[in-house]
């Protein structure tokens, strides 16, 4: 059970899982979470490699990986929290209507 | 094989177990024990100073520290860096601590900016 | 439930517990011993000395009680064991119950009164007996429109996490329950999750003054983590590992503390911070938001959040002498032998009573070390409640942003000179190793 | 007239603090009080943006009487008992007070053994309720040993007292005409011995709270009171003299036996929390200079009391006394129409001036100066209830 | 739940059996169990903090040193009122703390118990004639010890509390 | 055992997952997303990447998972309800979902990537050698990083500034 | 340098204080002594002497049932009643003596000072708490009772810190 | 017994008196009685409609810059209330024993009084209280309402003479 194609089919749910949530979503939150997960099945993926070459180079790349989201996830709740004070609002499409 | 390390942290997840066991069975035996009185609802109130509760008790309050918050998610991920440098502190030619000085000294310079930044309390 | 006599006395109490252990008792022996022997009969078991431990064996123990010894060797080797009693929950909550009597007592001493003192005939020592006790029997009051589950679970949480912490630390060469490879980092993780618990619970109490509090929880350990994980960044660098019993055992030839000292004052500073202890109490400051994240516990939930805090208390303590006060190492203060000519008698009894085979006089000296250090670092952080107000906090977060960080990082720098101007470190005057 | 448009104007800015109702939203009340261990018998609700305090109204009157009320129904003695439960603590002063009201009502003097009894009984209540507000600060500031000591220290000045008077705290020692009873024998050296122990537990004190840097980053330069709105605001005893105005009943209008003693009095210029929490510690030094004074110049005998009928009448006409009390000047304006009984009595007490800078200081800060602030202004609600 | 799985097998015979032994279990642990419980609270009242009127300074002042009420578990530290199983009615109930005081006593958890301490809590004491005090707290909360003074000495609170002791020592436990 | 722990995790993290898009309320979604990356990380653990999977609960529970609820708790009550979706766009995100699942076991089975195996001779990676590769091979990549943090938390400041902070800072004196 | 010489002062202060005298009364052990019987009236000057104002004491044979100490009282806290007693004595015709409800009393001692026979005293007795309002109602026989006295600590001062004895 | 000095001071301060009360006489000729003048204290009774121009004056030209206390005592066979104001001087060292007593009536069927917190901000708490203890309306007060009373407080006022206590 314990194989890389199971890692990977594990991750391949997760991203489908955040695809849903991007596609479904409109709540800004929701949508850093989806990008979240699907961030995380990919770092999954690439260590599931790492360790199967065996190279230390993957998790070099997912602790790089890591760190850009972490700096990502601050970034973009800074700009949800701007967008709720503009809008009193944290759903994206309640901006768009907004802005017309 | 994959999933020998994983052993070692084993023990962690035994602790927690214990943790778990003893607080739900402290809870579960307080259950027993205590006697439960429901006569009234003011009990249940939150508590506030023996008023009546005004507002929400869970309001959007917000102290005005919010910027540190977003500063330790960044410099968090700073420290992981710094101690994998640490650990291989030792084993690496010594030229190599010149780009973690240039890493640290950027990190500096932002967290000197940001600490003004934050110092200037008006970060919601 | 029944009435009480009206002649209630301690001598009755102690009988009643007594007529209860004797009650247990019985009700084992009929019930478990059945399912011993089946154990014993149907089951494969372990390997003892040689022997596969049968039930001959087991009665031949009862014979010679000096052959369970190997059994114990077997049982105190295995996982379970050091996570549920030595190194790990246990002794752990030993150590906290005892942290909380001598805090009552020596701050009692400090502030020239006396203290609990009748709770159990001598000096109040069942005092926290007393408090488990009603507590347990108290009534837990969940407010109206709290969050139902995170209220109940984030106090549980709370004490397994702390336990979690615990299971990291060595108390010995070889006697800690997890050794993990990147121990340090892993205590860092999992205390990283204290201000997620506390932000959660103080939300699930649907109140004001818990979520006041629940946010200053969040502000300060957020404050303070980063000081506190770039305070033992030396230690890391002289270890050359991330492994806390490495890192104990690099100190063999100095402490680390007199490298760093300022490096073991920000650690011990941020522990307090950590720990929400008086200096920094902020988040139960009563004068200010009641109890804090604290105002809506009641009963059993109480207890458990102050259970896990003594226990993170122990941990934290424990850090601290294995980063900076040089883990176990002491002078050797126990004999090789616990009984001299114990192991060459043939009196079985006596050979129990020395523990032959148990007994390691190093490391029963490293297990005495570390306890006496745990206990100085503990004393030390009691007397600091007793001597200082609460700090603001403002002056929290400039102090955690702007001063310990600062002072961390000199403390690195010189360390770094001091390598690099080769007097300690590999091919250093003072090697490490 | 546009001068005094302006100084009105001024006004208004010094006792209201109106939120814009825009920010309102953003806000979360906060009541502190009655059962809150950050303020006793009183609430406050405060308004928070995030840390800031941006509004306070008070909420007086949890232990409101009716004091004022019953001295109307009550003749001039049986007054004393309920007159001194307001400030329990600092019951010789209230009733010092009240006393001197009704002797210049009446128009008798106390013989000079009574008066200096009374003194001396003024002073160690002074000592013992600054010790207890002290050890209340500490509680306040989180500091459990700054609980403890004077706490302790406090009981070696209670014990005096109760050898003296009969009461720990409520002596009802003071009636018009003089004191209840002479000193016990042996009274003087242990008065001496306790005191100048005390005075060397003082400097312990300062050790511990007083020079402790939290403590000082905790209160310096926090709740500035400045000269100009001290005297504006009418504020009174330590919180005045914090404010740089030497202004002290004891020395300005000496009653009893005050103008034949030698003492300082106290003030300091910075103005914040920490001279407001750091005058009545010097007070009380001052104090014990004052007691050993006392006892030092003290008559060896003589009476103590001016016997008065028991339901003297006191003549038409009104009189205003008053006295340095441990929280500042503590007068009574008594109003009589000619029956046994006070037409009106009015209780000015220190801790009801004192709390109008509340809000003034409030406004403005954290939320964690709250209690160094609150508790510096060294009001006892009760006092301010009657 | 052991109920609902032995009942629709055979309601009859196991049923009773089982309800024997529990039946011998309960005496069997209750009145140890009870024992322990009631000496848990008998060495640990923690009261609440709730200062009505003037007797707070002898209530503040029994925890001092001298009279240190930590000797007998008595806590005072306690912020909220959650945590504490005993309020001591601290004199004066005035008829604006009133609601208040009954808040606090319906806002804490049982098992819980009051004490009046001084003459107004018990009577009204002084103010007995006073438009706005009420004539003892017994009116509002139930009373288990009254501790008469003005202000009681410490002492008297304490020996207050040896009785409120021995009335919880001889209390069911729930 | 692994595979039992591998199952676990599994169920754990998908769960805790899909929780994360669908629990009503958002805090919920939050901690949900906490429970999630953990189980990445004791995916981590499995695969002998310990270091990375510290990394990963120290920055993802420690310090992500904190900061979404935290902005959780500052958004106002009634927004943290999620609101529902249209039915067509449920659909439409499941359909797209599931295709790309299809697609992607599609490619799984018909590659080679199944048989692929993890070599057990070989021993796990260690710290240094990740330590060794970041400061040597990696040192550019590393002050870029620094740079991308830096801008990040420099940005991310600016943003949450306050516009009312003028008339916020003086408190009325 | 300040601040860490602060600190410095505060441990050395604390921990100096480990070594201090404990001061606690340990009270149901150890009783207090005071001065004197308890707070009692000087026929001859006029004015009181010191001592403990506690729970009253009255002497039958000296009270005359002259209503003056409840009449004092009236104005204060309406404690004493006057009620009928079996006894006889021949200086009091009515048979009626002062009843004190404790749970009134303010312990002022006012009553004392009124009472032109010298016959109520107050005492050290303190220890009045009960558990019904009933119990705190003292008739005239219960307060014709001597409590017995057997405080003997007080407070000592010695190089060590202040403690009872 | 009383000293030389104290003498002296007694004579300073009715000088004082003299000064303060004669300068206010002059100001306001018949609208202002001297009712007594005794050491250290005097009290002078205005008509109500000067007050505040009184209490102005009094400020900027003496000195006197708080009030000591403020109250009202009620009068039922006149049918007034009496409003007193205690002033004191916290800049003036002359002044520091010295307390004036301005007071002034009103009737008892429609008390109003002037307020004069604009002049003394510290009388902010005394006249709320005073207005909730006698009903005396402070035109120009900010907070003319319940202050130590309860909030569900609806008898009359209870410091007015014809409000009885029970059983007395
Ligand atoms: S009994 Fe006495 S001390 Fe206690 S509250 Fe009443 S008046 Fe105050
Ligand atoms: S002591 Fe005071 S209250 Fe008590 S009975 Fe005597 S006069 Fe009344
Ligand atoms: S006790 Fe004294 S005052 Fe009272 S009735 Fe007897 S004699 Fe009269």
Redesign the interface.
Known sequence: MNQPSDFIIVAAVLISIGIYGIVVKRNALRLIISIELIANAVNLVIVAFSRMLPNSQGQVFVLFSIAISAAEVAVGLGIMIIAYRFYKDIDVTEYKNLKN | MAGETASQFLPILYLFGFGIVAGISSVMLSRL?????RY?P??F?P?E????PTGEGRSHFMMQYYSYILMFVVFDVMLIFLYAWAVTFTSVPKEATLPMMGFLGIMFAAMGYALFLAGKKGIW | ????N?E?R?G??VG??V??VL?ILAFVTLLVLPIIFFVLFFVPLPVVDGQVLTPYLFFSMMVDPSRTIPVMQFLIHTDLFRAAVFPGFAFAALIAASTIFIE?KLL?KM??????????KIE?I??L?????????????VPSGADKVIFWLAPIMFVSTSAAVVALIPVAPGWVAADVDVGLIAVFAILGFFPLIILLFSWASNSK?PFIGGLRALHQMVAFEIPFLLSALPAVIFAGSLNLSNIALSQNIFWNILVMPVNAFVFFISSLAELERVPFDLP?A??EI???W??????MI?GLIQLGNYLKLYALAGLFVILFLGGWYGPQIFPPELIPGASTSDVSLLRLVALEGLYNPVTINSIFWFTVKTFVVILLMLITRGINPRIRIDILLHTGWYKLIVLTFINLFVVLTLIYGGILGPGGLISVK | MSSLDEKIEEAKKLSMHIVKESEEEKLMTLSVG????GT??FRFIIKLDGDYIVNVDLDL??????EE??CE?RNYFTNI??LE?????DSANITYSYSLAVEDLIGITVPRRGQFLRALTSELDRINYTL?WL??YGIFLGH?TM???P??D??LV?DLLERLTGH???HAFNIPGGVRNDMPNNFKEKCLSQINYLEKRLKEYEHIFYNNPLFRQRTEGVGVLSKEDAIKLGVTGSVLRASGVPYDIRKVEPYDIYNEIDFNVQYMKTCDSFARAYIPFLDVRESCHIIRELLDKMPESGDVREKLLSNIKGPPGESFKRVESGRGALSYHLVSDGTSRPYRVKISTGSFRNIIALPFLLVGSKLGDMPAIYWSLNYWP?EADR | MLKQLVNPVNPSNFNILVSKLSDVL???????????????????LWP???????C???F??S??????V????ILE???????C?LIVVQG?V????AP??R??Y??M???KYVIAMG?CA????????????LP?C?GIIPV?????????????????T??LQE?I?????? | MADAMFIGLSILTIGSAIISLESRELLYGGIALAVSLLGIAGFFVILDATFVAMFQIAVYVGAVAVLVIFTVMLVRSPNTVTKRETVKRKISGIILSLAFLALFGAFIGNSAVSQFSFSDAVPAVDIKEIGRELLTYYSPVLIVLAFTLAGAIIGALALARREDIEEKNEPAK | MNTASGFIRALESGTRHLFVK???????EQ??KFVGDGYQFDPKKGVGIAGLRGRHILFHDKCTGCQLCSIACEG???AIAMVKVDEQWKQNKKSIMPQI????????GLCVDACPFYALYMTND????????QH?IYTPSQLAIKPIDNGEVEIKIDSRGAS?G | MERKSEIELKKKSLLLSKDILNSVVEKFGEKVNVIYDKRNRSKIMVDPEIIVETSIFLRDNHGFDHVESASGTDYPKEDQIEINYHLGSYVNPDLFPYVLVLSTKTSRSDPKSNSLINIFPSVEYFERETYEMLGVYFIGHPRNERFL???DWA?IP?LRKD?R????
């Not at chain 5, 530290?77 to 945590?83: E, H, I």
């Open positions: 024990l205590s006697q439960r009185r009234n003011i009990k109130l508590m100073c023996g008023q009546i | 439930m029944g009435a009480l009206s209630f301690f009755n109490f009643s517990i007529q209860l009650f009552r009692a502030q020239l009164r006396v203290g609990p003192l009748y709770a159990g109040g069942f005092q007996l007393a408090d488990g006790l009603k507590l347990i029997s108290k009534e837990i009051i003054y139960e009563e004068s009641v109890a804090g604290l105002t809506e516990t009641s009963g109480f | 009655p059962q809150h261990p006793g018998h009157g949890y232990v409101h009487r009716g009320k019953m129904y008992p309920h439960r307001p400030v329990i603590h207890y050890a209340i459990s609980f403890m000591w706490a302790a406090r009981e209670l720990r705290i409520t009760i | 309960v005496k069997a642990l209750d009145e140890p169990l009870g024992y322990a419980i009631n000496w848990g609270r008998v060495w640990s609440v903090h709730l200062e009505t009127a003037c707070s300074v002898e503040g002042g925890s001092d040193p001298r009279y240190d930590e000797r007998f578990g530290a306690f912020g909220s009122l959650r945590q199983d004066t005035t008829r604006k703390m208040r005081l808040m606090v319906d806002q958890p049982e098992p003459a018990i009577t009204g004491g002084l103010y007995l004639d006073s438009y706005n005090v003892g017994d288990d010890v009254y501790v008469p003074g003005c202000p009681p000495r410490p002492e008297t609170l304490i020996q207050g040896f009785l009335k020592k001889r209390s069911k436990i729930k | 404990r001061f606690t009364l340990r009270y149901p009783k207090l204060i806290a309406e409800d404790y749970g009134k009393c303010v312990f002022c303190y220890e009045l708490s009960s558990y019904t309002k705190l009872h | 009373l309860p909030e008898d209870p409000f206590l029970k059983g007395r």
